[in-house]
């Protein structure tokens, strides 16, 4: 069974920092690459970045770019977000969803929240 | 990027009805490959998305065959042919064809 766990969420001020992290499991992890996305409090679905299977290619949204880096560790089937410079509208539920073009398989999400 | 623009955002139906929702985007969706990188999902309340149709018309493992889904370049469709209490939620048209990947505002689909 496909799984997918996020981590790492919390409270957090503005201008810091905080790592997510998402551990799959039940299919092979080098096979697909993985995206994350994220959900602002009563808002719509976003899409914040892509790292394809061996993590040469990375794709961000403008809002993110330079702040926001994803990798993965291949070795654990884990997938990263380092999030700098945090702002209060980073505020959102972050998930991590299976595939590049569309996921069918999603976490069940990890809340960060920006505030002072 | 693409702007993807669903109609309507609120949609009261009643149990048993047909239910439809449009999603327009500014570019056509039609990758290099020839295929259309359009997909719906669904949102249920306080739950994670799920994905029920992928490449415009492709129904997922385990989505009732009540939903559909259809067109082509830049206008798409979901159909819901007769609604039922757990359709309750918010649905989200997606392109995977250009980066970044963005999604419709949703809409939100209540029983009368």
């Known amino acids: 069974e496909v799984q997918l766990a996020e981590s790492g969420g919390g409270l957090i001020q503005p201008g810091g920092s905080l790592r997510l992290s998402c551990a799959a499991s039940?299919?092979?992890?080098?096979?697909?690459?993985m995206t994350w996305f994220r959900q602002a409090p009563g808002k719509g679905l976003e899409w914040v970045a892509y790292?394809?299977?061996?993590?040469?290619?990375?794709y961000y949204v403008d809002s993110v770019k330079g702040r926001f880096t994803v990798s993965r560790d291949n070795a654990e089937n884990s997938l990263f977000l380092q999030m700098n410079s945090l702002r209060a509208e980073d505020t959102a539920v972050y998930y991590c969803?299976?595939?590049?073009?569309?996921?069918?398989?999603w976490g069940q999400g990890t809340l960060v929240t920006v505030s002072s | 990027d693409v702007v993807m623009t669903q109609s309507p955002l609120s949609l009261p139906v009643t149990l048993g009805q047909p239910a439809s929702i449009s999603c327009k985007s500014s570019?056509?969706?039609?990758?290099?490959?020839?295929?259309?990188?359009l997909h719906w999902f669904q949102q249920r309340p306080g739950q994670s998305p799920r994905r029920l149709i992928y490449?415009?018309?492709n129904r997922d493992s385990g989505v009732p065959d009540r939903f559909s889904g259809s067109g082509s370049g830049t206008d798409f469709t979901l159909k819901i042919s007769r609604v039922e209490a757990e359709d309750v939620g918010v649905y989200y048209c997606?392109?995977?064809?250009?980066?970044?990947?963005?999604f419709g505002q949703g809409t939100k689909v209540e029983i009368k």
């Open positions: 969803g299976r595939g590049t073009w569309g996921p069918a398989y």
């Open positions: 790292i394809n299977q061996d993590g040469s290619e990375k």
């Open positions: 490449k415009v018309s």
């Open positions: 039940g299919f092979t992890f080098t096979d697909f690459g």
């Open positions: 570019q056509s969706l039609v990758y290099s490959d020839g295929d259309t990188y």
């Open positions: 997606m392109q995977g064809t250009h980066w970044p990947r963005t």
